[in-house]
């Protein structure tokens, strides 16, 4: 086909869709929107599998944790400073290598003393993630691991807010633990710590030198081998003939040249083992399992909508039939009236990918909005070449499809012969067999959908509505610390009181009570070991004071609170929850029994059972089990109930510490509503994009089943207006219509239930839960819904007069 032909049929393509403007604004409106999901979808999609991350020689890099075996368990992830700095120092074994550690300190030089994320990272770390910065320079390369450096670098946002963005940043000092540290750099704005390391909210980086806590005596005290973290990791880039499986054979061979090491510091521990997962595997840390359900669920959608723009082209064959009849006695061939079939549909295709790709900017740009911070890798997310790509294919492929069912709908042969009938007579008919199909596979398609999304709904909806167990409106929590705190332990004490006054004086305090609530996004966790030396289920710890479940309103359903004599740290005792006591000892009665929790030396006593308190994380381990520990007087935590509609700032707490000892700061503020909306964030917006995704579901699969429908029965018009005219009642012609469509439509839901059935039980993921309640409701709703969809146009035909249906 030469250029000038292209041309004038693209002429009369565009003429010919601007005689339909309702027709065009339609089919490209209902395309793009589902498409602009689509390509959403496939842009996180893209970020989690195949998009490039910005790292060094990402198919070498790797991260290396720590798997410790005991007998009776097994602990992954919780790495030994000494076994990483003793895998670090082989460098042997890497291309690249650097040790990162994390961890949150008072920056006491600053307006209100925060409290940042602090990253401890080895000099090639900068490098290995390709840090950006906006200015200055990295931190000046230590000869030795533990070399001294006094140097630190910002992110972009802590030099906007408590700078300026002023240049003249360069050579302040930032005062930690009592150390200046010389800013010699700011991160870009792009920048962030990868997921993995504290949800990326890196603020400071500092030579892996300063971390007080294997560095120094700053911090506690922390032992080389049996002090385990979790955000302390080695990052490596693998030499260009090795691999995963011979990295992880030399890290276990240098573990066991120093097993007398790590056995005496931890007897029961019976082997040290690598972990080596490639970065991006640790990055997604399961969440890539969210990318294949988002793109499976919208590509549903898009699906149901094909459909429906297929029943608009199929109405168009009715429309441009003398058009082509016209054209055909002109002596234009087969192949040319496909070709002008085939740019109209290029033509709408293209316009509503285009469409949908505007909108998806718009909707990714909402979506890194909502969820950045909750889930990795959302702030790199762009309608990268993948998308780009996938969007052209889709306009070419659509087309093809669009214009093949458009032909399909026009008899070729009966063009010349039907001009004397004005060009009627040349539309085939659509079988009903054929119809029957195109009604299946869309409630097939829809099926599968919102029962998808009910399995999502439900896990969301039974972490929100789950009573937490504690009051949440107007608390708040607050850890105070003193640095370097001089006063013996057996005197601390008496701070608990004088701060406890303290805060009771700050107007509209209605209560405050000593401890703090576990209610906070890293999950306080620990495990007891029985008198026979066997391990108890992992639960959510608590350290609270006498006081702290009166204020709190969480009922002690047995035994005692804690004494004075426990705060002082004179006896071990605990109080366990419901669930805890169930676990520990069929039918709850564990007062009186003890158990190995801190004290090696000295088991603590259960005195009391509470109420179940329901962290809204990892509830389905930990059941709602429960240890309550006596707050020691190593800080000073708090619960502080406000006046309703009173709120309570960082700002009035210090205020009032400071009255007490004027070097008592503020580790760590909460408040608990604002924590619970942050860890619920999620489930939260799972649930409403779960209902947004059905309901638009429903809506597409109506509309095209009614289309499809309405159709079929139209071209029967003739039949049941005989059947009218001689007599037959609307239950007879009901049950007529009824019993052509029921049975596909049956068949297709029960098809998507055994797929849905199938997907959840081969897939385990934490975003989804099976309610067989829910499931049943949502089942019958889906009947409701086809029965609905097919009743309406059988209703608009049978109510129509006999005469009128003969006439039509």
């Known amino acids: 086909m030469g250029f000038l032909q292209l041309r004038r049929q693209l002429g009369l393509a565009i003429k010919s869709l601007l005689q339909v403007p309702n027709f065009c604004i339609t089919l490209v409106l209902t395309l793009a929107l589902a498409l602009s999901c689509f390509f959403v979808a496939l842009s996180l999609f893209s970020g989690f599998f195949i998009k490039p991350l910005e790292i060094e020689n990402e198919s070498r890099f790797v991260v290396v944790e720590q798997k410790n075996v005991y ?50 990272a080895s000099s090639d770390y900068f490098s290995m993630v390709k840090m950006p910065l906006a200015l200055g320079r990295y931190l000046t390369p230590t000869k030795s691991i533990s070399q001294k450096n006094p140097e630190v670098i910002i992110s972009y ?154 029943n608009l082209f199929i109405s168009r064959a009715h429309t441009i039939q003398q058009q082509l009849a016209l054209q055909a006695m002109l002596g234009a061939k087969r192949k040319l009236l496909f ?112 029962l998808g999304a009910t399995l999502v709904l439900c896990k969301s909806a039974d972490t929100l509505l789950r009573p937490l167990g504690t009051k949440l409106d107007n608390m708040y929590s607050v850890m105070l610390h003193i640095p370097a705190d001089p006063t013996p332990f057996p005197a601390r004490y008496a701070n608990i009181e004088r701060f406890k006054l303290a805060l009771t004086n700050i107007p509209g305090v209605l209560g405050v009570a000593h401890g703090e609530s576990p209610l906070q996004s890293d999950v306080p966790v620990v495990a007891m070991q029985d008198m026979a ?43 366990v929850s419901w669930g805890a006591a169930q676990a520990l000892k069929p039918g709850g009665d564990v007062i009186g029994e003890t158990y190995f929790i801190f004290n090696p030396d000295v088991p603590a006593e259960i005195v009391g059972i509470s109420k179940n308190f329901n962290h809204p994380k990892r509830h389905h381990e930990l059941q709602g089990k429960t240890v309550w520990l006596p707050a020691l007087p190593l ?34 503020f909460s408040n608990l509503t604002k924590t619970y909306q942050s860890i619920t964030y999620l489930e939260r917006l799972t649930l409403l994009l779960s209902f947004a995704l059905c309901g638009f579901c429903l809506l597409l699969s109506g509309v095209g089943i009614y289309g499809v429908l309405n159709y079929s029965f139209q071209q029967r018009r003739y039949e049941f207006g005989m059947r009218m005219a001689l007599g037959a009642k609307k239950q007879r012609l009901y049950r007529l219509l009824l019993s052509d469509t029921i049975a596909p439509m049956l068949v297709a839901m029960l098809a998507a239930i055994m797929v849905v059935a199938g997907f959840y039980m081969s897939v385990s993921s934490d975003w989804l839960l099976a309610k067989s309640s829910w499931l049943l409701v949502v089942i019958v709703t889906m009947l409701a819904f086809a029965l609905a969809t097919a009743i309406y146009p059988m209703k608009q035909l049978i109510n129509s007069t006999p005469m009128r249906a003969l006439k039509h």
């Open 71 to 120: 007998q009776d368990r097994v602990s992954e992830g919780l790495q030994s400073f000494q076994n990483m700095l003793n895998w670090y120092q082989t460098p042997s074994m890497y291309e690249k290598r650097a040790l990162i550690s994390s961890f949150s300190d008072v920056v006491e030089n600053l307006a209100g003393k925060p409290k940042l994320t602090l990253t401890f």
């Open 157 to 310: 946002q802590l030099w906007q807010q408590y700078f300026n963005g002023d240049d003249n940043v360069l050579g302040e000092s930032l005062r930690i633990v009592g150390r200046l540290y010389t800013i010699i750099g700011v991160a870009a704005r792009t920048h962030g710590d990868p997921y993995f390391l504290s949800e990326g909210n890196g603020a400071l980086w500092l030579s892996f030198s300063e971390d007080e806590r294997f560095f120094g005596d700053q911090r506690g005290e922390y032992h080389p081998w049996s002090s385990r973290l979790n955000n302390l990791k080695l990052l490596a880039i693998l030499p260009v003939n090795s691999g995963q499986d011979i990295l992880a054979e030399q890290l276990y061979q240098n573990a066991q040249l120093h097993q007398s090491e790590w056995k005496s510091a931890d007897e029961a521990l019976l082997d040290i083992e690598p972990i080596v997962r490639s970065y991006r595997d640790v990055e997604l840390a399961g969440h890539d399992k969210l990318a294949i359900i988002v793109l499976l669920s919208v590509s549903c959608l898009v699906l149901i909508a094909i459909f429906n723009v297929s």
């Open 339 to 450: 070709r002008g079939i085939l740019l109209e549909a290029l033509l709408l295709v293209s316009g509503a990918v285009l469409v949908g790709l505007f909108i998806a900017a718009w909707e990714l740009r909402l979506v890194k909005s909502l969820t950045s911070g909750y889930l990795p890798l959302i702030d790199t997310l762009t309608l990268d070449t993948t998308v780009l790509l996938s969007a052209i294919l889709t306009a070419l492929l659509l087309a093809l499809l669009f214009a093949f069912v458009t032909s399909r709908m026009i008899d070729f042969s009966q063009l010349k012969q039907s001009m004397q009938s004005s060009g009627k007579g040349s539309v085939k008919a659509v079988r009903i067999a054929t119809t029957k199909t195109l009604v299946a596979v869309q409630l097939f398609f829809t099926t599968v959908l919102v």
């Open 533 to 575: 030396g066997e391990w108890t289920p992992s639960m959510v710890r608590g350290n609270v004071g006498p006081d702290y479940f009166a204020l709190t309103g969480l009922e002690l359903v047995a035994g005692r609170t804690f004494s004075e004599a426990a705060i002082r740290g004179e006896k071990e005792v605990a109080i």
């Open 635 to 668: 800080g000073y935590p708090f619960m502080i109930e406000m006046e309703p509609g009173a709120s309570l700032t960082r700002a009035q707490i210090q205020n009032a510490i400071s009255t007490v000892n004027g070097q008592a700061g503020i580790w760590r």
